[in-house]
């Protein structure tokens, strides 16, 4: 299985950047990742002006995949990810919800043993996922410090071991990236972090040539959720609903009314983040109830 090390990393995604590595589809794909702050934080009591800030958010890639083309989808089944034993987090006066509480920055270690992360003194369950993973955007760069169609930094706690993501491509080879693990966080990621960790991830790529998206699309054992961001999170929000309801429209052939109502009575709109540059917010469909239809959402 290819493997490609966290040096070969970069801070946008964008079509200008050289593929690291090739895969076709259907390959098996291991990605090392650094943390979000490249390994730069070690210590509570690291100054914040000793970290070099243009090395944020760093991501493992770009990868291309043989055959894909701008129009098809990049189905991506993550099927591990084992992170290092030793997270950090940050609070901070220029990020998260409650930035105004504070007057800099400061930072937690987080020891992470046995499924379990240690954070303010509490045990935190691990539940490893993936902060950033994308393809190269249509037009300009992209910050891996920013989510968009193209996935980027969704921070979706949802894009973890087991789920499949549903990515569109826009350029030749997709150009697959991923990095920022988080050991665990929460809906929202409101200090700005969540439990940011090394780590690896090991995928699965196939290209879906059935399949058309405007935005990307998580699939778990229990949902299927359609991904969006904006400068909002209302505009996100309705956003990911009427994704929702369009597949729900186009691959059940339900009406317009029937998707309304039946995602008014059975779906979830969730938050994923409200601390990126845009906010990302998510519709989450069961998956026993677009089973009833005997067909697949995606
Ligand atoms: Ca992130
Ligand atoms: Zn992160």
């Known amino acids: 299985?290819?493997?490609?090390?966290?040096?070969?990393?970069?801070?946008?995604?964008?079509?200008?950047?050289?593929?690291?590595?090739?895969?076709?589809?259907?390959?098996?794909?291991?990605?090392e990742t650094a943390d979000c702050f490249s390994g730069q934080v070690r210590s509570p009591?690291?100054?914040?002006?000793?970290?070099?800030?243009?090395?944020?958010?760093?991501?493992?890639?770009?990868?291309y995949v043989e055959g894909a083309e701008p129009g098809d989808v990049l189905s991506v089944f993550i099927e591990r990810i084992e992170v290092a034993p030793r997270g950090v987090m940050a609070v901070s006066a220029s990020f998260g919800v409650l930035r105004e509480r504070f007057a800099g920055m400061s930072f937690q270690i987080v020891p992470i043993a046995e499924g379990a992360a240690r954070v303010s003194g509490a045990d935190v369950p691990v539940r490893p996922m993936i902060g950033v993973i994308g393809v190269a955007p249509a037009g300009d760069p992209v910050p891996c410090g920013s989510p968009g169609a193209h996935g980027g930094n969704m921070d979706t706690r949802l894009i973890g071991e087991g789920a499949t993501l549903y990515l569109p491509v826009f350029a030749p080879g997709g150009?697959?990236?991923?990095?920022?693990?988080?050991?665990?966080?929460?809906?929202?990621?409101?200090?700005?972090?969540?439990?940011?960790?090394?780590?690896?991830?090991?995928?699965?790529?196939?290209?879906?040539?059935?399949?058309?998206?405007?935005?990307?699309?998580?699939?778990?054992?229990?949902?299927?959720?359609?991904?969006?961001?904006?400068?909002?999170?209302?505009?996100?929000?309705?956003?990911?609903?009427?994704?929702?309801?369009?597949?729900?429209i186009s691959r059940l052939e339900l009406s317009a009314a029937d998707a309304t109502m039946l995602m008014s009575a059975a779906g979830q709109l969730q938050?994923?983040?409200?601390?990126?540059?845009?906010?990302?917010?998510?519709?989450?469909?069961?998956?026993?109830i677009i089973a009833h239809y005997g067909r697949a959402l995606v």
């Open 1 to 31: 299985m290819i493997r490609v090390t966290s040096d070969n990393s970069i801070f946008s995604l964008s079509t200008e950047a050289a593929p690291v590595a090739r895969i076709s589809s259907g390959d098996g794909l291991v990605l």
């Open 45 to 63: 009591d690291d100054a914040p002006s000793s970290v070099d800030w243009s090395h944020i958010n760093p991501a493992t890639g770009p990868v």
């Open 175 to 248: 150009l697959l990236s991923a990095g920022d693990l988080h050991a665990a966080m929460g809906d929202g990621e409101i200090c700005g972090t969540g439990i940011e960790v090394a780590g690896t991830v090991t995928l699965r790529v196939d290209v879906r040539r059935d399949l058309r998206l405007e935005n990307p699309i998580v699939e778990t054992a229990e949902v299927v959720a359609t991904i969006a961001s904006a400068a909002t999170l209302d505009e996100a929000a309705d956003l990911a609903t009427r994704d929702m309801a369009d597949l729900l």
């Open 271 to 288: 938050v994923s983040q409200v601390v990126d540059p845009l906010k990302t917010a998510r519709f989450a469909l069961p998956k026993a």
